[in-house]
């Protein structure tokens, strides 16, 4: 099956910092989302981004389907930003079946 | 618009019982799918639902099983429960269920078997 490597594993930033985290997959893609899981669980959306570029506030996402990986900026990062960030991809076949990385986890230090 | 419920939110069950978690997804949503998170295997699909067909299956053992109602919301049953099915159960809630659509997660419910 596909495979969907992010890196770092682990970040840690000061406070204002910028970083960049990255995501590559082995295959053809559909769909690919990038999630922040809270303390408590929960999978946030930030981005739907199967291709091209988004941008929503201090964060901004690009994804280059042709060359299999996409790439999440942070900006001025804040404590609030800590957390586990997942990106997920869909293959080109079949139904949603959501192919998780295995994250990396950010820790915004004051 | 409310997002996607999840109940309960944490469970602790013993060896050998069975559960029945509950996921309401998103009003107009008709697509529900089940993760597994756990430390060691990460987050794992379980099963997706629509129109309360099961539709896609992951490979999990027997003993996970699903349904989905009239009304979109779906259970996931675990039987014979072991240590081993600790884990923080994710819902899914998408307009349709296609790979180009957008899935939204719910808090989710944390279960741990002792």
């Known amino acids: 099956g596909i495979q969907v490597e992010q890196s770092p594993p682990d970040l840690i930033l000061q406070e204002g910092a910028n970083s960049t985290l990255r995501c590559n997959f082995s295959?053809?893609?559909?769909?690919l989302q990038w999630f922040h899981q809270n303390p408590w669980g929960q999978l946030i959306n930030l981005f739907y981004?199967?291709?091209g570029t988004k941008q929503n506030g201090r964060l901004s996402a690009t994804t280059v389907a042709t060359e299999r990986y996409s790439l999440l900026y942070i900006s001025s990062s804040q404590t609030t930003d800590s957390g586990v960030y997942f990106c997920a991809v869909v293959m080109n076949t079949g139904f949603q079946k959501l192919v998780f990385g295995t994250g990396t986890r950010l820790l915004v230090s004051p | 618009k409310a997002g996607v419920t999840q109940t309960p939110r944490y469970l602790i069950k013993t060896r050998g019982q069975q559960v029945t978690l509950s996921c309401s997804p998103i009003s107009g949503h008709r697509s529900v799918s089940w993760y597994q998170q756990t430390p060691g295997q990460g987050l794992q699909f379980l099963f997706e639902?629509?129109?309360?067909?099961?539709?896609n299956k992951g490979n999990f053992p027997g003993r996970f099983s699903g349904r989905q109602f009239s009304n979109s919301r779906s259970e996931m049953n675990v039987s014979t429960l072991e240590l081993g099915d600790s884990a923080l159960y994710l819902c899914a809630s998408s307009l349709d269920g296609q790979r180009d659509t957008e899935a939204f997660f719910g808090q989710g419910t944390r279960l741990t078997v002792v």
């Open positions: 981004i199967p291709s």
């Open positions: 639902y629509f129109s309360e067909t099961q539709r």
């Open positions: 295959d053809s893609v559909n769909n």
